[in-house]
């Protein structure tokens, strides 16, 4: 970027990035608006005085984010200065103490001689079929791993299989002019939609097909509808990073679910306490499952349901921001008291029932008008074994597994 060979400023690419404390109290400019960038600045912005992201994405608004008092994303920087100023091309500019460099990595092999055969040019590596075999050196030469966004252990297992079916004889691949052909429609079709070439190797959205392609070149069933929708719902954590947390996701939980219980034959709830008025209550509820941090609660009343673990630890975590934390636990041994070490947090009976004005009466005879109800109320976990069943005869949502041995135990 003009003027950087001047630039007096601290510069460190993500690469070389660690821990966010040596940035704290400064004001940091970011590059990039991809994964790394977007960890790295949130982690960055619990101690640094400003934290400006820059990125040249087409949709990127100049705005503040979010949740986030000093994070700010811009268009691409224009130019920096020697006074330490950098500028944005939306006009806005700030005086930094870091430049942090989140802008991925380029395809390099140095060690790789085919006389202008296979190319690296703008981050395309090509011509390539399937992102694997170069059409002039296949099957000798293969490329494994090479694209992005995608499931990349469940690629590159399929990648792997697939080559070393074709180098085994099991499967031919097209002629090479095949293979050109589609190389070139694929490069044709991204020149169509205005994809920049460096973006060649970029999956996504189109990743579940390719691993499906390859499933069948490896003469594998197609892969579980699970998957595929868990890869589909994860996308909504990339995409609304500011406000995933704060919100209960019916179809994100169930793909995380399924995909984690496929194998145990479980159908798998989370535990719930009714109580009286709930059904009306209106203010914000959630369960621990979906709880990240305790910024989303600060200066709030929340009352926190539990007594294990979980419910001891969020209550601690939440009461260092919130004005007022109140567990409510149906354990026989709870006192009713403010517990100690903490001016905000306060032990109850179970709650007796809530109302439509929000407020919450605890079984011992007092209330409190509360914004979030948090739910530390644990799982109950369904294990549909143990029954030799006629597959036509069990529902559709449930999962199941068929016990056809002599033994069975069962593990965590």
């Known amino acids: ?30 590059i990039g608006y991809e994964t790394s960038a977007r960890d790295i600045s949130r982690e960055i912005a619990r101690v640094a ?71 690296v040019d703008d981050n395309r590596v090509g011509p390539l079929y399937k992102h694997i075999f170069p059409p002039r050196l296949a099957p000798w030469l293969s490329f494994v791993g090479i694209p992005k966004k995608d499931t990349r252990f469940q690629s590159v297992e399929l990648q792997s299989k697939w080559v070393a079916r074709v180098l085994s004889g099991k499967v031919l691949l097209p002629t090479k002019e095949e293979m050109m052909a589609s190389v070139n429609e694929y490069y044709q079709l991204m020149e169509k939609t205005g994809i920049p070439k460096r973006f060649t190797h970029v999956l996504y959205p189109n990743e579940i097909e390719y691993k499906h392609w390859l499933a069948a070149q490896n003469g594998l069933p197609p892969l579980e509808e699970w998957r595929d929708r868990m890869f589909t719902e994860s996308f909504k954590l990339v995409n609304s990073q500011d406000g995933c947390k704060d919100q209960w996701d019916d179809d994100y939980w169930t793909a995380v679910i399924e995909s984690k219980m496929w194998y145990l034959g479980l159908k798998f709830e989370y535990s719930s306490l009714d109580f009286r008025g709930i059904e009306k209550w209106p203010r914000y509820q959630i369960h621990s499952h979906n709880y990240r941090v305790p910024e989303p609660f600060s200066g709030q009343i929340v009352v926190l349901i539990g007594y294990g673990p979980s419910a001891f630890d969020i209550s601690r975590d939440i009461a260092r921001v919130a004005k007022e934390v109140h567990i409510a636990a149906r354990a026989p041994d709870v006192r009713v008291s403010k517990l100690d070490n903490h001016d905000n947090l306060w032990q109850h009976k179970m709650i007796e029932r809530v109302y439509e004005d929000g407020n919450v009466s605890f079984q011992e005879g007092s209330s409190v008008f509360a914004d979030t ?39 965590g």
Not at 2 to 30: A, M, T
């Open 49 to 119: 005085k400003e934290v400006h992201m820059a990125a040249r994405a087409p949709d990127v608004e100049v705005s503040k984010l979010k949740s986030h008092d000093n994070l700010w994303q811009h268009k691409m920087i224009e130019r920096v200065y020697e006074d330490g100023n950098v500028r944005f091309q939306d006009g806005s500019s700030v005086f930094a103490d870091t430049i942090l460099y989140c802008t991925g990595y380029k395809y390099h092999y140095p060690f790789l001689e085919t006389n202008g055969i296979v190319t």
């Open 373 to 411: 109800i948090l739910y530390c109320t644990g799982y109950d976990p369904k294990c549909l074994i143990f029954h030799i069943v006629c597959m036509e005869t069990v529902p559709a949502d449930i999962i199941y597994i068929v016990a056809s041995f002599s033994s069975v135990c069962y593990l």
């Open 1 to 30: 970027m003009s003027g950087i060979e001047k630039w007096p400023g601290y510069q460190i690419h993500s690469h070389n990035y660690r821990v966010p404390e040596p940035f704290r109290g400064q004001i940091v400019v970011l």
